[in-house]
T-cell receptor
Framework: GESVGLHLPTLSVQEGDNSIINCAYS??????FIWYKQESGKGPQFIID?????DKRQGQRVTVLLNKTVKHLSLQIAATQPGDSAVYFC???????????FGPGTRLSVLP | EADIYQTPRYLVIGTGKKITLECSQT?????MYWYQQDPGMELHLIHY???????EKGDLSSESTVSRIRTEHFPLTLESARPSHTSQYLC?????????????FGPGTRLTVL
């Protein structure tokens, strides 16, 4: 289930199940989006990106969906594994923007 | 694995000390960034640079300063550390003018000021 923790919302899933992590953004001018994974004690690591001219992009075991109408981004992880346990951040940038804006993050906890 | 390095990884220091956090990348990226991240919270941009001799302040006000004398190095300095500076500091780099703006992050420096 999903709950709001002290700092981060947390998503707990059973190993082998699919995970869906959501991100809402507010800037309608955002053109480019990235999902990052941050494991404990490490820096964020690039997972997958998508531009606003697409609504879906697939990688290895991951899929990003973009709904520009409701300004919503999601990351789907298939067959979630213990190694997927981490905090996941979405980041957005305008077409001619200088820098990315990062979302608050979601902690994914994979249960054995 | 990205070729971007940060030292030290962990630093515990007393109030009033001057510290420099090192960041270096071997990818030849022009743009570099410093983010501040409190535990369990989002990343906040404090400084960035487009290239040598370029430094800009980010969205979050910071008492730190940066320099960019060489493409591969982007050190961050706190002249007088205070407990409010306790945080994790993440360095990142990206290409300028590439097809994407993907940022590659270092492992971070966790700073504790007593």
């Amino acid at each position: 289930g999903e709950s709001v923790g002290l700092h981060l919302p947390t998503l707990s899933v059973q190993e082998g199940d699919n995970s869906i992590i959501n991100c809402a953004y507010s800037n309608s001018a955002s053109d480019y989006f990235i999902w990052y994974k941050q494991e404990s004690g490490k820096g964020p690591q690039f997972i997958i990106d998508i531009r606003s001219n697409m609504d879906k992009r697939q990688g290895q075991r991951v899929t990003v969906l973009l709904n520009k109408t409701v300004k919503h981004l999601s990351l789907q992880i298939a067959a979630t594994q213990p190694g997927d346990s981490a905090v996941y951040f979405c980041a957005e940038k305008e077409r001619f923007g200088q820098n990315f804006v990062f979302g608050p993050g979601t902690r994914l906890s994979v249960l054995p | 694995e990205a070729d971007i390095y940060q030292t030290p990884r962990y630093l515990v220091i007393g109030t009033g000390k001057k510290i420099t956090l090192e960041c270096s990348q071997t990818m030849g990226h022009d743009k570099m960034y410093w983010y501040q991240q409190d535990p369990g919270m989002e990343l906040h941009l404090i400084h960035y640079s487009y290239g040598v001799n370029s430094t800009e302040k980010g969205d979050l006000s910071s008492e730190s300063t940066v320099s960019r004398i060489r493409t591969e190095h982007f050190p961050l300095t706190l002249e007088s550390a205070r407990p409010s500076h306790t945080s994790q500091y993440l360095c990142a780099s990206s290409e300028v003018g590439g097809s994407t703006d993907t940022q590659y992050f270092g492992p971070g420096t966790r700073l504790t000021v007593l």
